[in-house]
């Protein structure tokens, strides 16, 4: 069938949007070509996993809004604004001087190597037993943090309870050393 016939039940072909609202909108924040400099970006890292791709870079991409909304509410115009942006474990784990940036591990550790390594080297802040955790140094000298449950909704409850108590210190300390 081309795609100027209809179908058998008489429906015309669907054709997209001439725009995706999302992209444009993340595109204004942050072109395509940026340049950018390893020492401004704030990691926010999901398994190269499909488990992590369909439950955790969701959760990544809701968090790089979350930090842009953050970035505009608080910061001024002499600030330097970390550039949030969502890798993979293995990309991160591979390049020593993205590993030196401030991040945020998301998902469980079988799924996200990255959380794996944090797991067992950062402090439990937040922890509900044999469900999830939230890991970091409560005094953010390590700009570490590690956000993980059993499962994709621990793994959310995780994100949340790190949303809700902590994103706003966290971002504070890490824009203002």
């Not at 395509?32 to 400099?37: C, E, G, K, M, W």
């Not at 998301?106 to 509900?128: C, D, F, M, Q, W």
């Not at 449950?149 to 971002?171: K, M």
């Amino acid at each position: 069938m081309n795609a100027s016939s209809s179908d058998s039940s008489g429906s015309s072909p669907w054709v997209p949007a001439s725009h995706d609202a999302l992209l444009l909108a993340d595109r204004a924040v942050c072109a395509p070509d940026i340049t950018f400099r390893m020492e401004d970006l704030l990691v926010i890292v999901v398994g190269a996993h499909m488990r992590a791709e369909i439950a955790d870079r969701p959760l990544a991409n809701r968090l790089v809004r979350l930090i842009r909304d953050w970035q505009a509410s608080t910061l001024d115009d002499v600030d330097t604004a970390l550039m949030p942006v969502v890798c993979s474990d293995v990309w991160f784990l591979n390049d020593r001087e993205l590993m030196q940036q401030p991040c945020i591990a998301i998902g469980e550790p079988g799924h996200n190597a990255a959380t794996a390594y944090y797991a067992s080297r950062l402090p439990k802040t937040y922890v509900i037993e044999d469900v999830c955790a939230v890991q970091f140094d409560p005094q953010f000298l390590d700009g570490s943090v590690c956000l993980w449950g059993a499962d994709v909704r621990a793994t959310e409850t995780a994100f949340t309870a790190f949303v809700e108590r902590h994103l706003d210190s966290y971002l504070r300390a890490i824009h203002f050393v």
